[in-house]
């Protein structure tokens, strides 16, 4: 048998429909990796055998008898932010330890009737905020090409978990570029859809205008059937919407003919690295190449972006954690004298300090007296980056960029820093302040990491966006590959 560690969701399922592997042979395969290679990676908070254990059998009864879904045996790894059925899910946070939900959110029930076997919950940073999976309230995760540097986050243990072949495919969310900084520091691909593409329903809330669920795979296609298999109407969530579900329309269509914006204001963007500008020039030529015309636009805004998000991101998770009191979930301290002191010694117990700023911050944001001045003028600012991009896409069908100005970041180096960390994200922010679908595709390597390309498309175009991913993944030759983890592994302890 092939070795089945770093096979796409395409050529599994081969494997699988012709019945040459057994969704519990794929399960063992990759539970003995996890077993392997883990304690380096820390990518996983928790693993559910048993409920991959009886996922697969059934996947395999269907196998045989040719009812599968599309997903039927897959392993599928989950951030710690979506709700399960009786699987402890905390957030990345020790104010949720102990909290299993009674129901399963939609996008994930969507994938399990898919066929998906979940192998466990993936680390991140508490409650999605930060940029290093440094943040989490149990430990960091570890880059699985260089393990002395982050992976990204805030779903850095999805993406790692991916790179290090622990799983096939993976679930994360973005608020700011949470899907696709970590893709890209980890070398996999990772899709942001348009905000209401996918329903939110079961996934705890950090900045609810700005959350999205999206997948983390090893190839655009793999990453276009996952989201095709969570998104549409759900009742269940107001916003969502119920456009077809036809994504992967024009997935192999190319990029002849098409035009692709660069920004100037992201390809200039302040911090970004040599080796990182050097591997999207290399990538924009491999599209030009391939028949795509390049052309100039601007986003005249894009410096206000990063002071915007931090405006409105913090405003709408001081109001979503409110509810974290002590009373109604997980931990609770019972030694406090009165309700008030509860709720202060709890919420002090229960969150680290990116949480607790950014709760301040976003409580400062809302109070009387400072809501015209800071939220209301953060929200004008999101209209006018929404208007730079509708102005942009009236020139070109789709924008190229660097998903990330640098590549993986040493663990501890920008902890003491709050706002160079922010500063990781000022290429995918405005994705989600304008609620536009993104993806990032690897792209090549500089010193030994992977980089990655981001293209944008307008709202409800993913399939714009998947097809110049798939088109530059065809033009290049550029895949996602599996970190070379072992002895020797960079960054490893001797």
Request: hydrophobic letters at 40%.
């Amino acid at each position: 048998m092939t070795d089945l560690i770093g096979l796409t969701v395409g050529e599994l399922g081969r494997l699988l429909q012709s019945r040459r592997l057994s969704a519990s042979e794929l399960l063992a395969a990759h539970l003995e990796r996890i077993e392997r290679v883990d304690g380096s990676v820390k990518a996983f908070l928790r693993l559910t055998p048993e409920l991959a254990a009886e996922q697969a059998a059934v996947a395999d009864r269907a196998l045989r008898s040719g009812e599968a879904g599309p997903l039927a045996g897959i392993p599928l790894a989950i951030k710690d932010v979506l709700c399960v059925r009786g699987v402890e899910t905390t957030a990345g946070s020790q104010i949720l330890r102990g909290f299993k939900p009674p129901y399963t959110g939609t996008a994930v029930s969507r994938l399990f009737a898919a066929g998906a076997v979940m192998l466990g919950v993936t680390n991140c940073d508490e409650f999605a905020m930060g940029s290093s999976t440094e943040n989490s309230g149990y430990f960091p995760t570890h880059n699985p090409w260089a393990l002395d540097r982050v992976p990204g986050g805030s779903s850095g243990g999805s993406a790692a978990a991916v790179a290090a072949g622990e799983a096939v495919v993976a679930l994360g969310t973005d608020t700011g570029g949470s899907i696709r900084q970590p893709a890209a520091l980890t070398g996999v691909v990772g899709m942001k859809p348009t905000y209401g593409r996918v329903s939110r329903y079961g996934l705890i809330a950090f900045a609810s205008s700005l959350d999205q669920i999206g997948p983390f795979a090893r190839s655009v296609e793999d990453a276009a059937i996952l989201l095709e298999a969570m998104c549409g109407h759900d009742p269940l969530d107001a916003t969502s919407s119920n456009r077809p579900n036809d994504v992967r329309r024009d997935l192999e269509a190319g990029v002849m003919g098409m035009r692709l914006g660069v920004p100037r204001e992201y390809y200039e963007a302040e911090g970004i690295e040599p080796g990182v500008k050097a591997a999207i020039q290399n990538a924009i030529q491999a599209l030009r190449e391939a028949g795509a015309e390049i052309v100039d636009v601007t986003l005249p805004h894009t410096d206000y972006g990063l002071a915007a998000y931090y405006i409105i991101a913090p405003a709408e998770c001081s109001s979503n954690l409110a509810r974290f009191d002590g009373v109604r979930y997980g931990l609770s301290d019972q030694d406090a004298e009165n309700i008030t002191d509860a709720y202060q010694r709890t919420r002090r117990q229960g969150f680290g300090t990116e949480v607790r700023r950014r709760v301040m911050l976003g409580t400062y944001a809302l109070s009387s007296g400072y809501y015209d001045a800071y939220y209301l003028k953060a929200q004008k600012v999101r209209t006018l980056i929404k208007r730079d991009f509708d102005e942009a896409f009236n020139r070109c069908d789709a924008i190229v960029s660097a998903t990330s100005p640098v590549v993986a970041f040493p663990l501890g180096s920008r902890t003491q820093d709050p706002l160079s960390m922010y500063l990781c994200d000022v290429l995918t922010l405005g994705g989600n302040l304008a609620g536009l679908p993104g993806v990032s595709v690897p792209c090549g390597m500089s010193e030994g990491l992977p980089v990655g390309l981001q293209v944008l498309a307008p709202q409800w175009r993913e399939d714009v966006a998947l097809r110049v991913a798939r088109a530059y993944e065809v033009a290049s030759g550029v895949k996602a590959q599996v970190a070379p983890l072992g002895p020797g592994a960079r960054g490893a302890h001797s």
